[in-house]
């Protein structure tokens, strides 16, 4: 369902604003993305994306937090907890690659869907927020860099 509540679009919004990768976005800008993006919940243990599964958008989680495992062999492989204001399904979108890992609900979680076609025109029209989306999958393939 879109955002269309007052109180839905603020909590959208202030999740962006709290997000690295959109730092620096011009607030009409973000305010559009919260607008345009879909809000969902999720229950406790619900799975948000897939491994494998199509990378058609990003979810700014907005309360509550995931976990993302990769399927490794035959074993999940804990890779991160997020918390409001992070990104998870970045990597698909901006590689076009299927789904990297599986993110799943711990508790309740609210989230902004963000479709691929709306993130990349934020991209065209901001290249600083690409390089933030960037810098973010380096460190989540890589670790931190140093200093």
Known sequence: MALGDRDDVERALHALETSRP???VAQGRLLELARC???HHFSSGEVLMTQGG???SIYVIVQGQVRVTKLVG???E???DLEPGEV???MGVLTGEPRSATVAALGEVETLRVGSGDLLDV???DHFVLVGFIKIMHERLHGPSPG
Do not use: T
């Open 22 to 24: 959109f730092d620096g």
């Open 74 to 76: 035959s074993m999940q």
């Open 78 to 80: 804990h890779r991160a």
């Open 54 to 56: 199509p990378s058609d």
């Open 37 to 39: 993006g879909q809000r």
């Open 123 to 125: 991209f065209r029209d």
């Open 88 to 90: 998870v399904g970045e």
